[in-house]
């Protein structure tokens, strides 16, 4: 069940995933979730240090681009 992505797409080769975000998400502090916000945690994610779980599930991204969408 998707809760941060309203779609998401795959490419045929399975490498690269594009993500559609929801619009309107705030954290608890009043923040907005946005593409910027989800790279950063994903890097987080693989960081040298990072209190994640499963780093190794994020270490094999070899690059995060965000874009605006025009919707």
Known sequence: MPGLADK???SADG???TFQLRKGVTFHNGETFNAPVAKWNL????????K???PEFFRT???IETRTSSR
């Open 61 to 63: 991204i070899e690059k």
């Open 52 to 54: 994640n779980a499963h």
């Open 43 to 50: 890097e987080r994610g693989a960081a040298e240090g990072t």
């Open 8 to 10: 998401w797409d795959v």
């Open 15 to 17: 490498k690269v995933y």
